[in-house]
């Protein structure tokens, strides 16, 4: 599909929804954690990664796929979710742990799951990566059409599973993306303190397949390059390692103060400069950009209300989807733990 | 009709049977196309079921077991051959954080359902990296379903309920029980009358091997066997001991050991595994958690101690929970 | 002279303290060199040892602990900061078949002296793969010696002897008792009164916290501390409970434990990981195998259940062995 | 060090002496497995992995080593072992599972450590990358001199150890050399089958490492490549991927009847091409070459006649060595466990 400007409104859309649930979330997960900050306090509790920054990702590969293509991402999904179409109300609900969540209250932020948008996520590093592959392989066994990508930071890209996946992929030739999200930093430690290798994307010739980089954090450019390797994908032409230059505005987690940070690593934030250049390219008027700003917090305050209007989970439910269709001999021990 | 099978025959009439009804089975691991698996029990699938649904995979456990998972989230149900447990330090992450937690993490809304094949088990002079049990480290999972057959019958049954479980199911089978090539004569007590039509055996039941009176000993994989050998030397002391196989580890069929201690009052629990923070405490603490006063004796564990298994013979077969040691922990309990 | 410390400043002395005169300890794990480690061990240890011995490494855990047993074989003594206890399955095989058992493997010729820093437990809704014990996972494993300190002075003194241990030492700490910045206000319990001079705890001595007469509540980590409340709550009602912490799972000291149960009479068992096939039933088998006759009353466990853990708090809250769960088991004890 | 005749002769030396030791143990196997096999029984019990055919790797490698140099092999350790100079009597005690054994028994043929000469194996997959990278920091933390290398197979390249460890190789730039013996096959599965490139030293790019390949198995060859490897270690450039084409003669491991193997695929006995490579050059005659021949078969006879003749450890002294220094309160269990 071309970059049409219908296309390019919708990234800025995307992009500033995605902006608007971190934003959101992040002042929602300072109640009650001060003056003394404790991962556990307030309506929001737990670890916390935003994805401030990394808008573009999400829209210009998200903005490449269809309905049948399969995601998985990590620890720091919310981008990814939003600009997939994951449900804001229910995803909202689970952050805060509320009946209504996607997970119904169990999964909370690292634990995104939405079938309808054929999405997951989860908190292990690298952990997205086999899973992804294996849903490509499914849907080849199922003689059905998909393309599979795993969403992952450039300090995953130095965990086993990288490697296992990507040659099993590169053999099987499998309908598989792997977008090294490349945001400088792992927690404290940079790119080239833990990398031995200056692009990730240069990996790719280790398992017979394709490697792209993109390094502007420019939704337009990423799209392109996700259209290039979904392309391939669906001819059959097997996987490709996709890294994408992106910026992690919000530190690792909330409570990061940043400190290792040198001045002349700061990074850009990419929705002010697209939104420049969507006017610059007379895709987007001043007011246009403006309506879809407000739109996006309307949104988002909706998706917020809802969550917090919803009721939490009843504490003897921690017992139910442990097994699926449940299980004799367990339903009895949970009887007698609930007792 | 029903013949005479052995574990690793009776689990690939399951399999087989299986695979030609369903579309959504497959087959994974390391060499399995040219040799069918550790077990024998995808035996000429590659041949029948072509090289799409029987996948030999590179040496990458944690690629193509989490490969599983992700297969099984879109709706197939891989079964996975990973040879011996001793390898679960290489993909442990996919069992314990993926496999058994993805259903309970999503509320319910993604399912995981796969068979996870492996071989556990020593005897056989193959030293600390290839003798391990490690069951309880995998039961020790939640979310995951462990059962463990000791003969041909239950070894078929079992895993036609494996393949039928919407679960992650971890499905373990000693070396030594199996009766395959590289293991010398199978054992007769793991043999059985098993009928060729389809069935299955429930989860989260013992099995009374034998029935007695005096005390009991209850075992899972290769022990149950060695069980069943003290068993017949006691008989002829005098001494009538009843085997409970526990069969299934999760769900542990916690009434069933109960029953058969408050019956004999006396209880000898054998496991190959290592002594500490395993099967053998759990299911002492099972039975007297509900009434120790049951207990004649104090119960006695007959376990591989908490030491790496040694490689030479003679060491190796003294610290095997084997017959002799069982039969005397029976005696103890009687004197 | 000594002054009131958390568990991680404390740790952080004795690992200053060893480093300043030892040349084989270096550090490794994931930011270190900028954040000092998950409990802040390594704090300013940067800055003030460099980077040749304070190693940040990639999120390569299979790799960096891997090189560390290398390093250990080679002469060294690496202190390696693993955060959470939830990422052992990334690199579980270094511990199960490398770090353990290499010693026992080459007859005692090759000795693998290395401390393992981790951290465990839930309790702030970190939800079902950064809130898990899993100790039992790592106790298990023969070769390797599993300690678990609950307070300051403990901290220092099991480090200073882990340290100085030859072998493979997992280091275990609840992150809820460690006193970080990141987990609100310490808890009273967990603090201690430090000396200044290095001195070390030995291993496998299980420590009483509060004697007590009518019940002993066994507990570790975190678990220490809610028995500690829940004790508090049972004086009031003319309850007195004797609170055993374990401190060392390898060695386990099953005649302290045993003591206590043998002056009491009642046994509740109270453990952060999860129920089955863990320390609970460990600790209660240790008991009755020796003699069943000295309780008085079936022993109770109180545990998290073979349930992931949840994130939202009412499901999470509910599922931890919290104090007033103890406190209701020690009742039951005592009805 | 130049490739002399007298160096070349020692190849041919340690190649047959190594091709000895095989040829004794496989012998020496098949006691008490006929008509019935059964991986337990008779003198030598438990899996055989043998090195017929993998000669030159060992010889040619050693052959570049000095004494502060650090090997790890892995499931196949004999040709290594051998090569490195292993204590050859205690060895073969340690397979025959003797008292005298390096192990004392403890540890049989996938578990070879023979301090003295800087060697560990082991039998996990991959296993012994990351502790070889160990022992390199370990050096240099000492400011001792020593380049490590693990020697692996091919279908070990695929394991996430490889690449976790590879990657830190290369940040740290370690004196590290990872030896790819690739025999084409990982038990039944082909190269071609299991790897999506075609030289894992192509891998090296990844890794911002050398790559070295060597095509021939012949020890004059890969003693040059495994020179250039141990210089760069040695002058602080770095690690290299060094992969060999080598031979795997006598199947996986005893028992194997490698019908799996074309025609076209088998491979050809390197130590009868080396010696006439030698003969052709004058480096060595006939003569020479036969009482070389003999010298080892009657070195290896003298081994394993000294392994026969050592008693097996006694039962009890399974529970020695579980710690180091002993441990209190094991000590009592120990004592429990053996009453
Ligand atoms: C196996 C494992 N090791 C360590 C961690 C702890 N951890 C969580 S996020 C993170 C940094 C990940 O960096 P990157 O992959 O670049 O993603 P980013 O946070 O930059 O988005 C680490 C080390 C983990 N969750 N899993
Ligand atoms: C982690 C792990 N997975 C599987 C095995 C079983 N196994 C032993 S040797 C082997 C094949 C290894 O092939 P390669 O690395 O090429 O070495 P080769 O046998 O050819 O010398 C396998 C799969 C193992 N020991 N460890
Ligand atoms: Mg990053
Ligand atoms: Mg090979």
Known sequence: MALTAELRRSFYEKMALSRAFDDAMIALYWEGKLPIFSFGAGPLPGELHCSNGAEPVGAGVC?????????????????????????????????????????????GHMH??????????????????????GMALARRLQK???????????????????????????????????????????????????TAVERNSDRAAGYGMAGEFVATNDPDD???????????????????????KTARLAGHFMGDQQGYIPEQMKQ????????????????LSEAEADAMQSAATERMAKAMQFAKDSPYPDAAEAFDHVFAGGSGAFDQHKAEARA | MSRILTMSRAGREALDWEMERRDDIFCLGEDIYKFGGIFGTMDGFGA????????????????FIGMAAGAAMAGMHPVIDLAYIDFIGVCYNVLLNTASKTHYMSGGAVKVPMTLLIGTGGGYNNAAQHSQCLHATVAHIPGAKVVYPSNAHDAKGMLHTALRDENFVIFLTHKGTAGVGWMGTPIKTTLSEVPDEPYTVPFGQVKVYREGSDVTITGLGMSVHESLKAADELAKEGISAEVVDLRSLVPLDRDGIFASVAKTGRLVVTDEDYLSYGVSGEVIASVVERDPTILKKPPIRVTTPDIPIPFARPMEQSILPLAGRIADAARKQMA
Chains 1, 4 share one sequence.
Request: aromatic fraction near 6%; proline fraction near 6%; glycine fraction near 12%.
């Open chain 1, 268 to 283: 850009a934030d990419p929705i002010p400069l697209y939104r420049a250049k969507l006017i610059r390219d007379g895709v």
């Open chain 1, 222 to 244: 990423i799209y392109l390059a996700a259209e290039r390797a979904v392309a391939r994908a669906r001819n059959g032409e097997g996987g490709t390692i996709l890294e994408l």
């Open chain 1, 144 to 194: 059905r059409p998909g393309v599979a990508l795993a969403f992952i930071g450039e300090g995953a890209a130095n965990q086993g599973a990288f490697h296992e996946t990507l040659n099993i992929v590169g053999v099987m030739k499998l309908p598989f993306i792997v977008v090294v999200q490349d945001n400088e930093w792992g927690v404290s430690t940079s790119k080239a303190e833990s």
């Open chain 1, 63 to 107: 903005g490449a796929l269809g309905p049948d293509d399969m995601l998985t991402a990590d620890h720091r999904p919310h981008h990814v979710a939003v600009c997939r179409g994951v449900d804001l109300d229910r995803m909202s609900a689970e952050l805060l742990g509320k009946k209504t969540g996607l997970s119904q209250g169990k999964g």
């Open chain 1, 112 to 133: 995104i799951y939405d079938p309808a948008v054929n999405f997951a996520s989860s908190g292990i590093i690298a952990e997205g990566m086999a899973p992804a592959a």
């Open chain 2, 48 to 63: 029948k079921y072509g090289p799409e649904r029987v996948i030999s995979t590179p040496i990458s456990e944690t690629g």
